[in-house]
């Protein structure tokens, strides 16, 4: 009696070869139980091929609230970078409210399940703007962004050290691509003490006047479901990401799926999603786009131990 397995699609003996250094020896990280995987087949192949090619070949782009940050820490939600800005130095309490009435508003429609990405678009470009629109009135003070930032409890997942050093130690370029605020975002890996020369951020920057007061933000608007517009515009420019194939693409929502458009002629991209919460209304569509899905995962562990192996030394063969 013949077995067709759908994801095998090598011999069945390479790939269980494959399988087994990966998860018995090489990286037991892709066993544990909050990693779900819809072809692990096409998975360990990629991986394989990627640690053959070697670190010169690699790129990582990544998003940043809630994939490079945690979701949650005891059971308290990690506030992202425009969550950062809600703080008294920097905005009047009106203006918190009407932040957080559009927070409640928009955030059910960015993750519904049953919404098209086209029924989003403009819903999304609407919220951003109406969230800039208020901070600009608000002429947030640069000077005192560091503060806000080292009170606001914002956590970087566990791991995070390990993450960043160990690309910057193999002059692997990370591109990090945040539909949140890029002055705050810089803040908080700085303070982090991992803003290595090989980060690349494309975000929301604000534009300050003379006196340092918030007047305007600079650039297209990048919200959660833009972001091949801005892969697109920024890949010229970005020198140091040319002539690596291979990438390593970190997300937290669909959208950020469209993060590697602006990466020409690739060979690999390998996809990883932080399924963080509405688990059992979303588990279906992020195992039917993303390569790995890691469920409720607050660590960068399955990210290191691939990257663990991809830059490895052993046999290349």
Not at 47 to 53: E, F, K, N, T, Y
Not at 196 to 221: C, E, R, W
Request: hydrophobic share 40%; glycine share 6%.
């Amino acid at each position: 009696m013949i077995y067709h397995i759908p994801w095998i699609h090598t011999p069945v003996r390479t790939v269980l070869a494959i399988w087994n250094q990966l998860t018995k020896t090489e990286i037991p990280e892709l066993a544990k139980c909050s990693v779900l995987m819809r072809e692990r087949g096409r998975v360990e192949e990629t991986i394989h091929s990627m640690q053959r090619a070697g670190a010169g070949s690699l790129q990582v782009i990544s998003d940043f609230d809630m994939t490079l940050t945690r979701f949650a820490h005891n059971g308290r939600r990690v506030p992202t970078t425009h969550n950062i800005l809600i703080n008294r130095l920097l905005i009047s309490e009106d203006c918190t409210q009407k932040l957080k009435v559009l927070l409640n508003t928009y955030y059910p429609i960015e993750i519904d399940p049953s919404r098209s990405v086209e029924e989003k678009l403009p819903l999304m470009v609407e919220w951003w703007t109406k969230v800039h629109e208020l901070l600009i009135q608000q002429r947030i003070r640069k000077d005192l962004l560091a503060q806000a930032v080292n009170e606001s409890g914002t956590m970087l997942r566990d791991g995070y050290k390990s993450f960043f050093d160990r690309l910057a130690e193999q002059q692997i370029p990370l591109l990090i691509f945040s539909a949140g605020v890029g002055d705050v975002l810089e803040e908080v890996i700085r303070q982090n003490q991992v803003f290595h020369p090989n980060v690349n951020i494309i975000s929301n920057y604000m534009d300050f006047d003379p006196t340092g007061a918030l007047q305007a933000f600079k650039g297209l608007l990048i919200h959660t479901f833009n972001k091949r517009e801005g892969a697109l515009s920024h890949a010229a420019g970005l020198k140091n990401l040319q002539g690596r194939p291979n990438v390593l693409l970190l997300g937290d929502s669909l959208g950020d799926l469209t993060m590697a458009d602006g990466v020409s002629e690739h060979q690999n991209i390998l996809t990883i999603g932080f399924l963080n919460d509405q688990v059992e209304e979303r588990k279906e569509s992020y195992i039917n786009s993303f390569d790995i899905v890691l469920v409720k995962d607050e660590t960068l562990d399955v990210p290191n131990a691939i990257l663990s192996y991809i830059t490895s030394s052993r046999d290349k063969k």
